[in-house]
């Protein structure tokens, strides 16, 4: 019998510098209010994404806002060539994932960073992340 075994994608130093400098490049673009920024582990496709949670989602609209990200992405990009936009995902403040992480992890405005890994919070289980701001 052959047994099969996943390999855990591991978040690196470089994704966590990367996350940080790109939340902290948001804060400086007053079109928008980053809410909540972190890495998140999928580990149906053993892959991480970098949330960013922002209330202009409503009013700008996801496109104007995956530009701003954009935008913003391009100022660290020499830093960090290996970051793209499809590593992202914009969402609004609402979410419930954010408001999930609201309840259990939130930082203030400051750009944190810790880890929070396995665990289960009102039935949403969260096998890893790395979170820089969540309020």
Avoid: C
């Amino acid at each position: 019998m052959v047994e099969e075994q996943v390999v855990k994608e591991i978040i690196t130093d470089k994704m966590i510098d990367a996350g940080k400098q790109l939340t902290e490049a948001l804060d400086d673009n007053p079109e928008i209010t980053v809410s909540a920024s972190l890495w998140l582990y999928f580990p149906e496709n053993n892959t991480w994404s970098l949330i960013i949670a922002s209330p202009q989602m409503h009013k700008l609209g996801p496109r104007r806002v995956y530009e701003i990200v954009l935008s913003a992405l391009l100022t660290i990009s020499a830093k960090f060539p290996f970051l793209s936009l499809s590593d992202i995902r914009v969402v609004s403040s609402d979410d419930p994932l954010i408001e999930l992480l609201r309840l259990v992890a939130p930082t203030g405005e400051e750009v944190a960073g810790f880890r929070f890994k396995r665990n289960t919070i009102k039935g949403y289980y969260i096998e890893d992340s790395y979170i820089y701001r969540v309020n």
